[in-house]
């Protein structure tokens, strides 16, 4: 069964770093979606994206974050300057149907 | 704004039923849906009903949606050990990309 995959599993950096999370969407799927979790907290919807643009974004996704598809098939998350509060894990979702959104095994960021 | 919520923590014996409910305030709501989490892992979509049914089955599990309430449960019947894992509740309304998750139940499943 096809899957959404992530890159690294873990990352750890300093803060202030900038820091580029990779996502490998189910490869004929049309949507791509980061979320985040820290530790101990929900899951939150940080920003979908659709025919190469933003379709909706959270409070949280704010001018420190970014995504692109820089080459068709990966899907990215960057962070320009992280904070400590970004620590977390940050998980990939892409979805073909309306209903069903798959989700990778994340990535889990710490930042020091 | 949308709000899921779910009791944290549910321990069960092994073969016995697992009865996981969730509430939410989205009236709006069209999916909710039932995610698995085991440690260290990532998110696994387990079922999902639209909000025009009130029961769907998939073989052990049962899920039931009282729209009025605003309740949604999840049961697993013969509940194994391997059904050990934090489950979430998540609901998506229609017209919206998102999904809202709750906080998330973790069963325990006593061998």
């Known amino acids: 069964e096809p899957e959404v995959t992530q890159t690294p599993s873990h990352q750890v950096t300093q803060m202030g770093q900038e820091v580029i999370l990779r996502c490998v969407p189910i490869?004929?799927?049309?949507?791509f979606y980061w979320y985040r979790q820290i530790l101990g907290q929900k899951v939150e919807f940080l920003v979908s994206?659709?025919?190469?643009?933003?379709?909706?974004k959270s409070e949280i996704f704010d001018d420190q974050f970014s995504v692109e598809r820089p080459d068709g098939s990966n899907f990215t998350l960057k962070i320009r300057s992280t904070k400590l509060e970004d620590s977390a894990m940050y998980f990939c979702?892409?979805?073909?149907?309306?209903?069903?959104?798959?989700f990778g095994p994340g990535t889990r960021l710490l930042v020091l | 704004g949308e709000d899921v919520e779910q009791s944290l923590f549910l321990s069960v014996r092994e073969g016995d039923s697992s009865v996981i409910n969730c509430t939410y305030t989205?009236?709006?709501?069209?999916?909710l849906y039932w995610y698995k989490q085991e440690p260290g892992a990532g998110l696994q979509l387990l079922t999902y009903?639209?909000?025009?049914?009130d029961m769907k089955q998939d073989q052990r599990l049962t899920v039931l949606l009282n729209k009025k309430d605003k309740h949604l449960s999840l049961r697993i019947a013969d509940t194994q050990t391997g059904d050990s894992a934090i489950y979430f509740c998540?609901?998506?309304?229609?017209?919206?990309?998102?999904?809202?998750f709750g906080t998330g139940t973790k069963l325990q499943v006593i061998p």
């Open positions: 490869s004929n799927h049309l949507y």
């Open positions: 998540a609901e998506k309304a229609g017209g919206y990309q998102k999904v809202t």
């Open positions: 989205d009236s709006s709501s069209t999916y």
């Open positions: 979702a892409t979805r073909l149907s309306q209903e069903t959104q798959y």
């Open positions: 994206f659709y025919n190469n643009e933003i379709s909706e």
């Open positions: 009903i639209f909000s025009n049914m």
